[in-house]
């Protein structure tokens, strides 16, 4: 079956940054248009921005410029970058694929000074 493994997460001051991957597993990960989510405290999950197979990423027009969204087929993971991280980014951030399968446990970014 289908899992995502989300890492890389942890606490990082205003201005840092961070890279997240995903290690998926139970398909055919380079043909599968791969996406990052983020849910922050008391608010519902939104979309990053997606990737596809041969690695054409799109982000939601919120999140351009600070976050990059990369992959590595032979690997099946999927990377989010976050640059100039800003406490509002903290979240729980998730990867699936598109359309989704279920959600695995993500990883917790905390930016805080």
């Known amino acids: 079956q289908v899992q995502l493994v989300e890492s890389g997460g942890g606490v990082v001051q205003p201005g840092g940054s961070l890279r997240l991957s995903c290690a998926a597993s139970?398909?055919?990960?380079?043909?599968?248009?791969m996406g990052w989510y983020r849910q922050a405290p008391g608010k519902q999950r939104e979309l990053v921005g997606l990737?596809?197979?041969?690695?054409?990423?799109n982000y939601v027009d919120s999140m351009k410029g600070r976050f990059t969204i990369s992959r590595e087929n032979a690997k099946n993971t999927v990377y989010l970058q976050i640059n100039s991280l800003k406490p509002e980014d903290t979240a729980v951030y998730y990867c699936?694929?598109?359309?989704?399968?279920?959600w695995g446990k993500g990883t917790l970014v905390t930016v805080s000074s």
């Open positions: 699936n694929k598109s359309p989704p399968s279920p």
């Open positions: 139970g398909f055919i990960f380079s043909m599968a248009k």
């Open positions: 990737i596809t197979g041969d690695g054409s990423a």
